[in-house]
């Protein structure tokens, strides 16, 4: 069950109604609970009862740490947890990976390990960090233990489940603690929201997939000048694809009266990989940040172990994404882009900061196009394709299809425009229903998505982490 | 008297929308001028002018029986003058190319290349027809003969034609029982489109770009489409089916052509010249009954390989599937020309 699909519309409304009429709060979490797996099931039931044996190992290591005084006690159920959650991840995510990369260097000793036939549990990466957030809060002290429910709901909160955000145990949780109230305001507020969202994803993103899908399965066919065209629509569609599915999920929380934090914040204005950062999949650099970046030290440890840190965390982000070594030198890139820009930082920026304008355009060309490169091996289906893409971009290479796909164009014009009249917005653009002008804006965009979303629409990209 | 207030706002944004959208959807996406069921003819375009943006960009003006860019010679002025040759061109969406703009459909290019060419009195009539079969060609075949009289017919088929010959739901069929062939005319067709179909009454509504495209979204939306099944194929059967479909259109057309524009998978080099099921047997058919045939792969493979341009699809859809765009009709255009040019000589 998809945010763009005809069952979702029907399911939220549905639930919207429930919560409406269910005075006691109790009640409404329980059915928030149901609801979430029930939305689950619609994906893969199979896995219901894995999602749950994670939620109950989490919610019991996490409630010992919490009641015990020993440290040790503590720390070594929050190892149980951790492993337990590292690996139920490495064996679902990885092993065939492993395996694979395992074997080529073993196989010069004509020694293998078997392949297994392994079937990756949806949202399986989003729950795995999900729990681990909560439990290594209860550790640090930052948040309090919360019933198993609760926890649960954190955990499968149906707006948020398949493909995040990644939300904050501190930042959800205490949400719960207060009645959900569905007041008219909040509905008509998330509505648009979720319109928005379904606008990037359905307009945009899915429109793109059919110029940027053809070039990248096959792009020796086409010249270097498509090629490049292709990798900027890719760039334009991962951003309108996932933060478009953000979006729907804040809405669908905003219309239940719980705030989910935005995902996105107008990426591609970045002057720099660590501005970037701060700017794109929040949730998740914010997760790396807090659990991964402090726990190997952070910056604590002198200059140079930052660097390599900076390098660690970024090469297992992209290890997050996928089994694959096109996202292990995803991450790697993007790694070695903050650790320089750092070093830059520390070395040059520190002492004098620059505010023209020309190193501003030379600092946000060169970030964008350092991201956009970078997007090839993310989106490449081979390690070989995304060297085959790098090759046509850069030794420009004018064998091939000139293929100049006008609605191109047309959505990176949409999306410059919206990050340009984004950067003056606090909040999401929200329009006033009982005037003439708001309605018709509602309407004519409804319409638009109807008259203009393709006939084959693509699934979300981030579905397959 | 508020919420009265507020659903006449919202009726009348509704209708400014919707008024809006109209005019964006015809300019840019389509303008259809609708259809008749002619008793003769079959579901046939209404005259106007239809706009494609869907696929390609192209302007076509219908007219009177469906004749694309041009009218079919007038009824009433008998014999055609002195000198004139008349080409007829017949064939499906791929000679009716709304895709692209009237100059550039390969009968007009056929024309307009001869005319340059020669002393010759080239008149060309372009009576392609979106979801046409050669049952089609077939069956109208006196009807096109009393209302052009032309001296040479091309009928350009390609790989999906020959494929649904036997399709009882279609508006033109062949009937085969006892090894005994009859094109059948299926007059209750009304639709390819689901909803269409089934709301027969409604079915004007669709000139409305809006409704149009509305309805192929929420069709796509609300119902799966099946997956064609590739049905198993009895070679010997359709190599019977074919050389008697050859052998009916030379028969009723005796100045033929047939144009084969076939199916390429242009993403594996190794098979650019490998001929699909039907395209060997129309080739056989041809060779067996001495049809002339310009297949076009040969020369659209050489395009690909020496200039790494693409006879079908556009910058909107997708390079190598769809209709032809104007480097395929250029190209077919060419041939057409040359195999023209020796026939008006001799």
């Given at each position: 069950?998809?945010?763009?699909?005809?069952?979702?519309?029907v399911?939220?409304?549905?639930?919207?109604?429930?919560?409406?009429?269910?005075?006691?709060?109790k009640y409404?979490?329980?059915?928030?609970?149901?609801?979430?797996y029930?939305f689950?099931?619609?994906?893969?039931?199979?896995?219901?009862?894995l999602?749950?044996?994670m939620?109950?190992?989490?919610?019991?290591?996490?409630?010992?740490?919490?009641?015990?005084?020993?440290?040790?006690?503590?720390?070594?159920?929050?190892?149980?947890s951790?492993?337990?959650?590292?690996?139920?991840?490495?064996?679902?995510k990885?092993?065939?990976f492993?395996?694979?990369?395992?074997?080529?260097?073993?196989?010069?000793?004509?020694?293998?390990?078997?392949?297994?036939?392994?079937?990756?549990?949806?949202?399986?990466?989003f729950?795995?960090?999900?729990?681990?957030?909560?439990?290594?809060?209860?550790?640090?002290?930052?948040?309090?233990?919360?019933?198993?429910?609760?926890?649960s709901?954190?955990?499968?909160?149906?707006?948020?489940?398949?493909?995040?955000p990644?939300l904050?145990?501190?930042?959800?949780?205490?949400q719960?603690?207060?009645?959900?109230?569905?007041?008219?305001?909040?509905?008509?507020?998330?509505?648009?929201?979720?319109?928005?969202?379904?606008?990037?994803?359905?307009?945009?993103?899915?429109?793109?997939?059919?110029?940027?899908?053809?070039?990248?399965?096959?792009?020796?066919?086409?010249?270097?000048?498509t090629?490049?065209?292709?990798?900027?629509?890719?760039?334009?569609?991962?951003?309108?694809?996932?933060?478009g599915y953000s979006?729907?999920?804040?809405?669908?929380?905003?219309?239940?009266?719980?705030?989910?934090?935005?995902?996105?914040?107008?990426p591609?204005?970045?002057?720099?990989?660590?501005?970037?950062?701060?700017?794109?999949?929040?949730?998740?650099?914010?997760w790396?940040?807090?659990?991964?970046?402090?726990?190997?030290?952070?910056?604590?440890?002198?200059?140079?172990?930052q660097?390599?840190?900076?390098?660690?965390?970024m090469?297992?982000?992209?290890?997050?994404?996928?089994?694959?070594?096109?996202?292990v030198?995803?991450?790697?890139?993007h790694?070695?882009?903050?650790?320089?820009?750092?070093?830059?930082f520390d070395?040059?920026?520190k002492?004098?900061?620059?505010?023209?304008r020309?190193?501003?355009?030379?600092?946000?060309?060169?970030?964008?196009?350092?991201?956009?490169?970078?997007?090839?091996?993310?989106?490449?289906?081979?390690f070989?394709t995304?060297?085959?893409?790098?090759k046509?971009?850069?030794?420009?290479?004018?064998?091939g299809?000139?293929?100049?796909?006008?609605?191109?164009?047309v959505?990176?014009?949409?999306?410059?425009?919206?990050?340009?009249?984004?950067?003056?917005?606090?909040?999401?653009?929200?329009?006033?229903?009982?005037?003439?002008?708001?309605?018709?804006?509602?309407?004519?965009v409804?319409?638009?998505?109807?008259?203009l979303?393709?006939?084959?629409s693509?699934?979300?990209?981030?579905?397959?982490? | 008297?508020?919420?009265?207030?507020?659903?006449?706002?919202?009726?009348?944004?509704?209708?400014?929308?919707?008024?809006?959208?109209?005019i964006?959807?015809?300019?840019?996406?389509?303008?259809?001028?609708?259809y008749n069921?002619?008793?003769?003819?079959?579901?046939?375009?209404?005259?106007?002018?239809y706009?494609?943006?869907?696929?390609?960009?192209?302007?076509?003006?219908?007219?009177?029986?469906?004749?694309?860019?041009?009218?079919?010679?007038?009824?009433?002025?008998?014999?055609?003058?002195?000198?004139?040759k008349?080409?007829l061109?017949?064939?499906?969406?791929?000679?009716e190319a709304n895709?692209?703009?009237?100059?550039?459909?390969f009968?007009?290019?056929?024309?307009?290349?001869?005319?340059?060419?020669?002393?010759?009195?080239?008149?060309?009539?372009?009576?392609?027809?979106?979801?046409?079969?050669?049952?089609?060609?077939?069956?109208?075949?006196d009807?096109?003969?009393?209302?052009?009289a032309p001296?040479y017919?091309?009928?350009?088929?390609?790989?999906?034609?020959?494929?649904?010959?036997?399709?009882?739901q279609?508006?033109?069929y062949?009937?085969?029982?006892?090894g005994?062939?009859?094109?059948?005319?299926?007059?209750?067709?009304?639709?390819?489109?689901?909803?269409?179909?089934?709301?027969?009454?409604?079915?004007?509504?669709?000139?409305f770009?809006?409704?149009?495209?509305?309805?192929?979204?929420v069709?796509?939306?609300?119902?799966?489409?099946p997956?064609?099944?590739?049905?198993?194929?009895?070679?010997a059967?359709?190599?019977?089916l074919?050389?008697?479909?050859l052998?009916?259109?030379?028969?009723?057309?005796?100045?033929l052509v047939?144009?084969?524009?076939?199916?390429?998978?242009?993403?594996?080099?190794?098979?650019l010249?490998?001929?699909?099921?039907?395209?060997?047997?129309?080739?056989?058919?041809?060779?067996?009954?001495?049809?002339?045939?310009?297949?076009?792969?040969?020369p659209f493979?050489?395009?690909?390989?020496?200039?790494?341009?693409?006879?079908?699809?556009?910058?909107?859809?997708q390079?190598?599937l769809?209709?032809?765009?104007?480097?395929g009709?250029?190209?077919?255009?060419?041939?057409?020309?040359?195999?023209?040019?020796?026939?008006?000589?001799?």
């Open positions: 069950m998809i945010f763009t699909s005809v069952q979702y519309i399911f939220f409304a549905v639930i919207l109604l429930l919560l409406h009429v269910i005075h006691v709060n409404k979490k329980m059915l928030l609970l149901v609801a979430s029930l689950y099931s619609f994906w893969d039931y199979r896995f219901v009862a999602i749950v044996g939620t109950l190992v989490n919610h019991l290591a996490s409630s010992i740490i919490s009641r015990s005084g020993n440290d040790r006690e503590r720390k070594l159920w929050l190892a149980i951790v492993v337990a959650n590292l690996a139920t991840l490495g064996f679902f990885y092993y065939n492993f395996v694979e990369s395992a074997n080529v260097f073993l196989g010069q000793w004509g020694l293998s390990f078997p392949f297994l036939n392994i079937v990756l549990p949806v949202a399986i990466s729950v795995t960090f999900e729990v681990m957030s909560y439990t290594i809060d209860i550790y640090r002290k930052e948040i309090k233990s919360h019933s198993f429910w609760d926890f709901l954190l955990v499968v909160f149906f707006p948020h489940l398949v493909a995040g990644i904050k145990p501190r930042q959800f949780l205490p719960l603690e207060k009645d959900i109230v569905i007041k008219r305001d909040n509905v008509i507020s998330g509505i648009q929201i979720f319109i928005f969202g379904v606008v990037k994803k359905v307009v945009i993103a899915d429109n793109l997939a059919h110029f940027v899908d053809p070039v990248f399965d096959n792009p020796s066919m086409y010249n270097s000048l090629v490049w065209c292709a990798v900027l629509g890719y760039a334009v569609q991962i951003y309108c694809d996932f933060s979006d729907m999920a804040i809405g669908s929380a905003r219309c239940m009266g719980l705030s989910i934090p935005r995902n996105f914040n107008l591609y204005l970045s002057l720099s990989v660590t501005e970037f950062w701060r700017r794109w999949h929040i949730s998740l650099s914010t790396l940040r807090e659990y991964l970046y402090y726990s190997l030290g952070g910056n604590r440890k002198g200059r140079f172990r660097y390599v840190n900076l390098t660690i965390v090469l297992l982000g992209g290890l997050w994404h996928g089994a694959s070594w096109n996202f030198v995803w991450g790697l890139l790694g070695l882009g903050l650790a320089i820009h750092k070093a830059y070395f040059f920026l002492k004098k900061a620059i505010q023209s020309i190193y501003q355009s030379c600092a946000w060309l060169l970030t964008f196009v350092f991201v956009c490169v970078t997007w090839v091996f993310f989106r490449s289906p081979s070989a995304s060297g085959e893409i790098l046509k971009m850069f030794l420009f290479d004018n064998q299809i000139s293929w100049y796909y006008p609605l191109l164009a959505c990176m014009t949409i999306v410059v425009a919206s990050h340009i009249v984004g950067r003056k917005m606090e909040d999401y653009p929200q329009v006033d229903i009982r005037s003439f002008r708001g309605i018709f804006i509602i309407v004519f409804l319409m638009g998505i109807l008259f979303m393709p006939v084959n693509s699934p979300f990209i981030y579905f397959q982490f | 008297m508020r919420s009265i207030k507020w659903a006449v706002q919202a009726l009348l944004a509704f209708l400014a929308a919707l008024l809006i959208w109209e964006l959807l015809q300019l840019t996406t389509i303008r259809s001028t609708g069921n002619d008793p003769v003819l079959g579901k046939i375009a209404k005259e106007g002018t706009i494609n943006g869907q696929e390609g960009y192209g302007w076509t003006r219908i007219y009177a029986e469906g004749a694309i860019g041009r009218p079919f010679p007038d009824a009433s002025a008998g014999a055609k003058p002195p000198g004139e008349r080409i061109f017949i064939g499906d969406s791929f000679t895709q692209v703009m009237t100059a550039v459909k009968p007009f290019q056929v024309e307009r290349k001869l005319k340059q060419d020669g002393p010759w009195r080239i008149e060309s009539f372009n009576a392609g027809r979106s979801s046409a079969s050669p049952a089609y060609y077939i069956h109208l075949a009807y096109y003969h009393q209302r052009i001296d017919v091309v009928v350009q088929i390609n790989e999906d034609d020959l494929k649904d010959l036997r399709n009882r279609g508006n033109f062949i009937d085969e029982a006892e005994r062939y009859q094109t059948v005319f299926n007059d209750s067709f009304r639709s390819t489109n689901a909803i269409a179909a089934r709301l027969d009454g409604l079915y004007h509504l669709l000139e770009s809006t409704i149009r495209v509305a309805s192929e979204k069709q796509k939306l609300l119902m799966d489409e997956a064609k099944k590739e049905e198993a194929r009895d070679a059967r359709d190599l019977a074919t050389e008697w479909t052998a009916e259109l030379q028969r009723k057309y005796p100045k047939v144009l084969f524009l076939p199916t390429i998978d242009f993403s594996s080099d190794g098979d010249d490998e001929q699909g099921y039907f395209e060997r047997l129309v080739a056989q058919a041809a060779r067996d009954h001495q049809i002339d045939l310009i297949n076009m792969r040969g493979a050489d395009l690909y390989r020496q200039q790494h341009k693409i006879p079908y699809g556009f910058a909107n859809t390079y190598g769809g209709h032809m765009n104007a480097y009709h250029d190209i077919t255009s060419d041939l057409l020309v040359d195999y023209f040019r020796e026939k008006l000589i001799q």
